[in-house]
């Protein structure tokens, strides 16, 4: 496996990417928002431009040491990571509203979840092209999940469920000592000599299961278009990276793009298809990223002009 990530990348390309990431998050928790506060729209506009601004400039660097085709895949994979990480904004803020989370305590559960994002993702990553590289026939069954699930999320409009009524909340509740009053401040509170978990532990355990099940669609999608585990990689963390900031950007405005889903449904189905046909039918990289591209601003486009109110009259 080693060999794998070596073969991908030199050792200091590895180790120099981590070492910026945690860089980022320190600055981002240790110095602007070491203070809890509510991010203004502001505040999240100029970190999301920040974060995409640096997507690019790494995606320069792709571009310089590797050429055109390397470069291509990784944004690519950004494009599409980023885009069906949308998806999950949507999640958060069920789950924020279903544990009356305040907005200035919700960066923090959101930078924590970072972490966890990159060990889960890194594993699933490994696992995902070691497995496509191994056994060929991989593709198809990855191709035919990706198709299954995007015909579902298009045909199958399911209702919001509440987060803090599901198995994984009432298993944790039962097992480890919960106060349900232990507010939002830490992740632990100690009661007569006791510690507890509170349910800030709780959003954040949600919030990185909610991102493990994401993964499952997205990290497969990311491999139908480059089976390198550094592009890979690398194009999902700063896509994670970002969506932090682009949540508290978007998160008052998600009622305005309720056609993204639709959008969202029809990449996956596109993606499984080119997997499972790319034996006999070569797609370009570059024509791929104009079709996601397409139909994520049609999406967004049809969300303006016919917005949700609308839906009911026609």
Partial sequence: MVDALLQAAPWWAWAGFHAFVFLMLALDLGVFNRKVHAPSVREAAVWSSVWICLALIFNALIFQAEGTQKALEW????????????????????????????????????FWGVFGALIMRAAMILAGTALLNRFEWMMYVFGGFLVYTGLKMLLVQGEDTDPTQNAMVRAFKRIVPYDENGGHEHFWVVREGRRFATPMLLVLLTIEVTDLVFAVDSIPAVLAVSRDPFVV?????????????????????MDRFHRLKTGLA??????????????????????????????????????LAWPAEQDGAE
């Fill in 75 to 110: 944004l690519t994979g950004y494009v599409l990571e980023k885009s069906l990480s949308v998806d999950n904004l949507f999640v958060f803020v069920l789950v924020f509203q279903s544990f009356q989370v305040d907005l200035r305590h919700q960066h923090r559960v959101l």
């Fill in 233 to 253: 990689y690398t194009s999902n963390i700063f896509a994670i990276m970002g969506l932090r900031s682009l949540y508290f950007l978007l998160a008052k405005m």
């Fill in 266 to 303: 029809v990449v996956l189905a596109f993606v499984g298809v080119k997997m499972c046909i790319a034996n006999w039918v070569h797609i370009p990289v570059q024509y791929s990223l104009l079709v996601i591209a397409a139909i994520l601003a049609g999406s967004v486009v049809a969300s």
